[in-house]
């Protein structure tokens, strides 16, 4: 189960010693798909028969996952009820008329992966190139718009015309700061994309303001859009 999250258990040594048995009961999970290099020791405290385990990850070691495909278990009503009708039919005879407490979770555990792997078979995806949500939004921005708030609650109750002279002149920068961001991520998207047209219209449908009326298409929809994306992503307008 806990494979299907990616996460794997990276403790390979005992933890725990016993007058004459040594276990290995606890453990460390992590992502190994996306963090690079690591080392894991045990570190003995003297305080328990458990020993302690020291992880040390490597800064700069992370993996870059493929931004492209993602590979997702298929889950959903069918397969549910298909991996349950499975396991009514195994027999358990090895659990249930086992002796060991070992052979018995193992062959409990064998039974009941290989059922779940073959019901819920790995599926690799291709995401499709959809344009997020306000992407070009990045923490400084954020940071930057927060201060515009609080300078401009301050006015709400106050007259001061160098504090509404500052805010006038950082509402003009951020202004600027945001355009220049959304230009270079849309500039992005359509270098990027494999139907450029397509990813552009988008981009005109998402930045575009003007409501669409159906009976007045002419007047309200394709001209100010042009005019928008053309602004944006080359600094022009439509002149004729």
Known sequence: MLHSYNLSG??????????????????????TTTIGNYEIHPSINGLSDHDAKLLTLSNGGKKEKDCNTTIKRKI?????????????????E??????????????????????????????QEKKKNRMTQNSWITSGIITSCRRG??????????????????????SKILTKVIQAAKRMEYDKLILNSGDKAKTTWDIINKE??????????????YRPKLNLVLSYLYGGELTA
């Open 208 to 221: 575009s303001i003007t409501k669409k009326d159906k009976h007045n298409i002419k007047q309200t929809k």
């Open 76 to 92: 959903n009503t069918f397969t549910i009820a298909y991996f349950q009708w499975k396991l009514s039919h195994e027999t358990w």
């Open 94 to 123: 090895q659990v249930f008329h086992g002796n060991d407490v070992n052979m018995i979770f193992n062959s409990f555990l064998n039974t009941f992966l290989r059922t779940y792997f073959s019901s819920f078979p790995l599926n």
């Open 149 to 170: 708030r609080e300078l401009h609650n301050k006015l709400q109750n106050n007259n001061n015309a160098t504090l509404a002279s500052y805010y006038e002149n950082y």
């Open 10 to 31: 990276i403790v390979e040594f005992p933890t725990r010693f016993g007058l004459i048995s040594q276990t290995a009961i606890d453990n460390v999970f992590i992502d």
